[in-house]
């Protein structure tokens, strides 16, 4: 398996284009089962989460073709063969529950096997289910799979109230609306901007959609949806983990196509923590000068909040913070699991429950770690540019997973990483 190995210690310079979002690209493929007219992704991130969809998709019997390296993908559900999304695939990436809702209102049934995805908790898909209920349909959960029917006539709009904010249940629910017969009233609503990303492109495609963004979000249905083109909207993980760099290295670095509309709660932290985020013309510049950063405390919330998924790369910055941080997960249970990782390069971290306090130390030290998932695998790549000597991470295999071509990206601002393939 690769290894990626680090010899911390050098302050950044340089730029670091941002791609496009994962979440949201894992959103909008599946738009293309609401239709028979093709889909058009542009802006799209080459990762292996995407080739994941691209396999379920196809297995389903949708093209999916990558052009331009892999930038653009050109989709088109014209000849379905399936409604079942088989568990070989789904189990790989909990993302792949998506397809549920727009099968279920375009073809009046689907077969979604339950999934698997990132080791952070629990995570069932019960709202999404109730969502789909609440449209009509029926549904039946047996040998791992949810076997869904939609109402002769198809699915109904109705108020759906969502007991806490899911990202995941108000896409579902959002693309089933689409072609339901009626209103849909979507309320307590995830308002990322990945949810604004799939409205807007579903608009695009014919849909009548309102409020996405905000809480309530109302969706007319219409009969059926045409095909359209649409921009994936830049990552804002992937944003906010390499303004990380330079804040943990120090140095400067600008990142292209950087919003800071994306990540304002996390940029007030970083200011906060005494580390300068400016707009420009182009991006975002994040530099730090000199000395450390300052303790800051965190807790995780649904968007327009602090991201779950900045919070193992804030712990790594937080590490060698002037101070005591505590940092609060709200969103998902088991999500520490790079702290043990952490305190082996020297960090002084203790968990308990849903609450981590991290006590910084001067400099973190190289060690070998294990990726454990994603967001904990690229916490341990920043932990390791600033640590003193060599960091050698495993199971980067997770990575690959959310980040393109990391080591390039960093190692053109001067970072000494490489990618050690297996043999
Ligand atoms: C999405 C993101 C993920 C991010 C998360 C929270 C994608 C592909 N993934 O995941 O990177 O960390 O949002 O910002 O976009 N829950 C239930 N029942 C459900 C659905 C969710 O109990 O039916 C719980 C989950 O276990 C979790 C919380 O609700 O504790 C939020 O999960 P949700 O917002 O649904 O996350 P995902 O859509 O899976």
């Known amino acids: 398996m690769d290894q990626i190995h680090i010899t911390g210690g050098t302050p950044l310079t340089g730029t670091i284009p941002i791609a496009g979002a994962k979440n949201a690209c894992l959103t909008l493929m599946p738009a293309t089962l609401l239709t028979d007219q093709p889909l058009t992704l542009t802006n799209a991130p080459r990762l292996s989460d995407i080739r994941t969809m691209t396999q379920l998709l196809g297995s389903l019997g949708a093209e999916v073709s990558a052009l331009n390296e892999g930038r653009v993908l050109a989709l088109s559900s014209h000849d ?157 993980i992937e944003l906010g983990t390499y303004m990380l760099a330079p804040a943990i290295t120090g140095g400067s670095v600008e990142l292209l196509g950087g919003r800071l509309d994306l990540v304002a709660a996390f940029a007030e932290k970083l200011d906060a923590a005494g580390v300068s ?38 712990m790594a910055l937080l590490c060698t913070a002037e101070g005591t941080s505590v940092l609060e997960e709200r969103i998902f249970e088991n999500r520490f699991m790079h702290a043990p990782e952490l305190i082996r390069m020297g960090a002084r971290i203790d968990v308990h429950g849903g609450t981590a306090t991290v006590t910084g130390v001067p400099r973190l030290k190289g060690a070998p770690v294990m990726a454990t998932d994603l967001r904990a695998s690229v916490s341990l790549i920043l932990a390791g540019l600033a640590a003193e000597g060599e960091t050698v991470v495993s199971r980067v295999y997770h990575l690959d997973r959310g980040y393109e071509r990391v080591e390039e990206k960093l190692g053109n601002c001067g970072a000494k990483i490489e990618r050690v393939r297996a043999a």
Do not use: W
Not at 284 to 313: I, M
């Open 80 to 236: 379905i063969d399936t409604l079942r999304a088989d568990y070989d695939i789904v189990r790989k990436m909990r993302a792949s529950i998506l397809v549920l809702g727009p099968m279920l209102a375009r073809f009046g049934q689907a077969e979604v096997s339950l999934p698997g995805g990132c080791a952070i908790g629990a995570r069932p898909v019960d709202l999404h289910l109730r969502a789909l209920e609440a449209m009509g349909a029926t549904l039946d959960l047996r040998d791992g799979y949810v076997h869904a029917t939609a109402p002769a006539g198809g699915l109904r709009g109705a108020v759906v109230e969502f007991p806490f904010v899911s990202v995941g249940a108000t896409e579902n629910a959002l693309m089933a609306a689409t072609l339901a017969v009626g209103t849909t009233v979507l309320k307590n609503a995830a308002r990322e901007p990945e949810i604004v990303d799939l409205a807007q492109c579903l608009r695009k495609m014919g849909a009548r959609i309102e409020g996405e963004g905000t809480p309530t979000i109302t969706i007319e249905g219409v009969t059926a949806l045409g095909g359209a083109t649409h921009p994936v909207v830049t990552d804002r």
């Open 277 to 314: 985020v400016e707009e420009t013309p182009t991006g975002l510049r994040v530099s730090r000068k000199n000395g450390r950063v300052r303790a800051v405390d965190v807790v995780t919330e649904p968007f327009p909040g602090f991201p779950t998924d900045l919070q193992a790369q804030m």
